[in-house]
């Protein structure tokens, strides 16, 4: 790893209150990321993934262990980690193009550049030409793409992604992961990606982090190497593949792991 | 050719859908069909009106006939009674309902978003919620007299409480994750309060208010049947000491009028601010 990492995460707990007694969510997390990096978080559902990732985005506290975001602890949520949720958070009453503004003259940009950027951001995800749509007139795959023009405007170092892709259908999946990564490779941003979705995980990343279950924490660290940019057909080569089945055996192993407990 | 009419056939028989029985629970009916319906049933309410009066059914005294009715409201009207009665009972609706409404936005904002207050309101709000309003009126009397504050008075309590519990719902229905998102711009709880759950939770404000404005017609009658020198209710009471059955059953067709016209508006009005809640 690099000598400093954007992002390390060390002896992070978490616990929710279940009643009387707390339930240990995250037990033990340590991770680096580096600058420009891409990774993605799996696991099987509940192993606390959309939890880790939101303690990073300082959207919910911790007990124990140490966050750092260029070497300075965070806490609390703020405009260095931009965050698209699963669920569509394009404020209803707003336009797309003025979605964006929002983020923007909240995060005290200049008035004046305001509609500039926004308009280059809309751009950038290609819809231009639904500045002036409501997002009740727009469909997932769009509003997920405004939400992603809407968290890169500001400009924040890292993104942090809760499967924003996992309501879509496979065809505006593969366009959206595209789009993405191009993004990302002009950005130069870091990004931390969760999703249910394999394949994806392994398209997307530089290195996958596959959590275990009960209680959350890191199994394993897969890396992959395959050059970049990445072509689109690459899903289906060989060494893929074989990249694919290995991050879903380390998946089912902890499944099966907790079924025969 | 054949091919021609190989495609027309199927389409033909495409295009006529069976039609479902119009009493089965999954006909549709259009726009007009329902204003038709509506209107009928209206008509066979007013032709059932004649007939019992027509038919010496009901004395004149206890059920004047609709055209008796009409006369005598168009008197009213022309004298001028009509008028400063509706103005009366509007103005204290306004004023009533307008302070009430406000307190409880303001109200509900506190125990939405801070669960102290929630603690120290809501229980109360809840255990005063459930006394009758009616019982309050005789109170409101000796507190106030019997003049537009004590009108206010009851229709404030009659609105004000349920109001904010339904408005601290609507807050409370806001999504987690729109206030997650405005924490990650760095935006201040007040901030996201104002700029954030207020406007998203507008809407089913709006609905609550056209609600709550339903119930405050039904306070203010109340209010000027059992003490005042004007208004609606009042007018109510004097048809009843006179026993002008005609007056009477006049005004309270006023009233509805009345009710379902701001209930029309407010849904009209909510149409046009939350235009972008609709499809295309
Ligand atoms: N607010 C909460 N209170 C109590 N328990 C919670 C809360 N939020 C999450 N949990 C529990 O924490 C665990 C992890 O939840 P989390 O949503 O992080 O899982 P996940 O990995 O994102 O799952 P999925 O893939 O289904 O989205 C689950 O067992 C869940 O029941
Ligand atoms: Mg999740």
Redesign the pocket.
């Known amino acids: 790893m690099q000598a400093h990492p954007k992002l390390k995460i060390s002896h992070l707990q978490k616990s ?3 009643g009387r007694s707390p ?1 240990k ?1 995250l037990d033990d997390i340590n991770l680096e990321v580096g600058d420009n990096e891409f990774v993605s978080l799996v ?12 303690i990073i985005a300082g959207l919910q506290d911790h007990e124990q262990g140490e966050m750092l975001v260029d070497g300075s602890p965070i806490n609390g949520p703020g405009r260095d980690r931009g965050v698209v949720f ?1 669920s569509y958070t394009l404020l209803p009453w707003l336009t797309a193009l003025q979605n964006v503004e929002f983020a923007l003259r909240e995060t005290g940009h200049e008035a004046k550049d305001i509609t500039e950027v926004a308009r280059r951001h809309l751009d950038l995800v290609k819809l231009s030409r639904f500045a002036d749509s409501f997002p009740s007139q727009l469909s997932g795959g769009m509003k997920q793409r405004v939400a992603i023009a809407r968290a890169l405007s500001y400009r924040p170092k890292m993104l942090l992604m ?2 924003p892709f996992g309501a879509l259908d496979a065809l505006t999946r593969g366009q959206m992961q595209e789009l993405l990564m191009q993004i990302w490779q002009e950005h130069r941003l870091t990004v931390i990606f ?1 999703t ?1 979705d394999v394949e994806e995980a392994v398209y997307l990343s530089d290195r996958i982090f596959v ?1 275990g279950l009960n209680p ?1 924490r890191i199994k394993e660290c897969i890396e992959v190497s395959s050059a970049r940019p990445r072509p689109t057909g690459i899903q289906h080569d060989r060494e893929t593949l074989e990249l694919q089945a290995r991050v879903l055996k380390s998946i089912r192993e902890e499944t099966r792991r907790v079924e025969f407990d | 050719m054949t091919l021609q009419t190989d495609t027309a056939v199927p389409k033909q028989t495409m295009q006529r859908p069976r039609r479902k029985p119009l009493l089965s629970m999954a006909a549709e009916i259009s726009g007009a069909a329902y204003l038709l319906i509506a209107i009928c049933a209206f008509l066979l309410f007013i032709a059932g009106w004649f007939l019992a009066t027509g038919l010496g059914v009901a004395k004149p005294i206890f059920l004047p006939s609709p055209l008796g009715v009409i006369a005598k409201l168009g008197k009213l009207a022309a004298d001028g009674t009509l008028a400063s009665d509706v103005g009366n009972s509007v103005y204290r609706i306004m004023v009533g309902f307008l302070i009430a409404s406000i307190m409880a936005l303001a109200t509900a904002i506190l125990i939405g978003a801070y669960r102290f207050w929630e603690a120290a309101i809501e229980p109360f709000l809840d255990f005063v919620r459930y006394m009758p309003v009616v019982a309050f009126v005789p109170l409101t009397i000796l507190w106030s007299g019997t003049g537009d504050i004590q009108k206010f008075l009851i229709i404030w309590i009659g609105t004000y409480f349920q109001q904010a519990l339904m408005f601290k719902d609507n807050i409370k229905r806001v999504p987690a994750d729109f206030i997650g998102f405005g924490r990650t711009l760095g935006m201040s709880d007040l901030r996201v309060l104002m700029r954030i759950v207020l406007p998203s939770a507008m809407p089913q404000i709006w609905d609550t208010l056209r609600i709550s404005l339903g119930w405050a017609w039904t306070w203010v009658t109340l209010a000027e049947l059992v003490a005042a020198n004007s208004g609606l209710g009042y007018r109510i009471t004097v048809a009843q000491r006179y026993l002008q059955t005609d007056m009477a059953i006049g005004y309270i067709l006023v009233l509805g009028v009345l009710g379902l016209a701001t209930d029309q508006i407010m849904r009209l009005l909510g149409r046009h601010f939350f235009k972008y809640e609709r499809k295309s």
């Not at chain 1, 696991?43 to 939101?54: D, M, Q, R, V, Y």
């Open positions: 929710f209150a279940n339930v969510v696991g099987a559902s509940g192993c606390g993934k959309s939890t880790l990732l939101s699963q809760d499967e969760v249910h959590m959350g």
